[in-house]
T-cell receptor, first 113, second 113 residues
Framework: GNSVTQMEGPVTLSEEAFLTINCTYT??????LFWYVQYPGEGLQLLLK?????DKGSNKGFEATYRKETTSFHLEKGSVQVSDSAVYFC????????????FGKGTKLSVKP | DAGVIQSPRHEVTEMGQEVTLRCKPI?????LFWYRQTMMRGLELLIY????????DSGMPEDRFSAKMPNASFSTLKIQPSEPRDSAVYFC???????????FGSGTRLTVV
């Protein structure tokens, strides 16, 4: 079936370090892929998305590239800040304009000053 | 737009009581989703609606849970009777089309004692 697998957390980094959070997926067809971020005490917010192979989503210094050959959508940021501390969720939508999102379990990121 | 509005933000109730969670989606969004988030199980889809019609309720854990969407601007999730294992954060989200990503509310933290 359709599923999303994220790297286990928590991830702890120092400020200005490079971030990678791995995400791989299993899906039939051609899903759209998303990264959501959840700050403490808040709901999830869409961070970036990609709708087809080789697309790169980007926002707030974060990037992820839709890699069909490796079924991956890894999240990266060149220099993290303390304010990036949050839980990050990878998700896929398999139904196009219908259906719903399937979320990974989330990866908690803590950035230390 | 005020975003997706959920109420209450926090709810503490005794086991056996009825609990009603409320959600106002973004105006014009055709899809509404109810999710439950716990440490153990992560983010689980309970039910979603399209144009006020329930499409998939396979995630509703048992008959104690029910959801309604009487009009395009309001939905409720009801638990009757509530049990301690229902303690979680419940999120509502809405979307114009699912491929475009969801907008989440801030959630309702439910504690059943």
């Amino acid at each position: 079936g359709n599923s999303v697998t994220q790297m286990e957390g928590p991830v702890t980094l120092s400020e200005e370090a490079f971030l990678t959070i791995n995400c791989t997926y299993t899906a039939t067809g051609y899903p759209s892929l998303f990264w959501y971020v959840q700050y403490p005490g808040e709901g999830l917010q869409l961070l970036l998305k990609a709708t087809k192979a080789d697309d790169k989503g980007s926002n707030k210094g974060f990037e992820a590239t839709y890699r069909k050959e490796t079924t991956s959508f890894h999240l990266e940021k060149g220099s993290v800040q303390v304010s990036d501390s949050a839980v990050y969720f990878c998700a896929l939508n398999y139904g196009g304009s219908q259906g719903n999102l399937i979320f990974g379990k989330g990866t908690k990121l803590s950035v230390k000053p | 737009d005020a975003g997706v509005i959920q109420s209450p933000r926090h709810e503490v109730t005794e086991m056996g009581q009825e609990v009603t969670l409320r959600c106002k989606p973004i105006s014009g969004h055709d899809y509404l989703f109810w999710y439950r988030q716990t440490m153990m199980r992560g983010l689980e889809l309970l039910i979603y609606f399209n144009n006020n019609v329930p499409i998939d309720d396979s995630g509703m854990p048992e008959d104690r849970f029910s959801a309604k969407m009487p009009n395009a601007s309001f939905s409720t999730l009801k638990i009757q009777p509530s049990e301690p294992r229902d303690s979680a954060v419940y999120f509502c989200a809405s979307s114009l089309l699912t491929g475009y990503g969801y907008t989440f509310g801030s959630g309702t933290r439910l504690t059943v004692v």
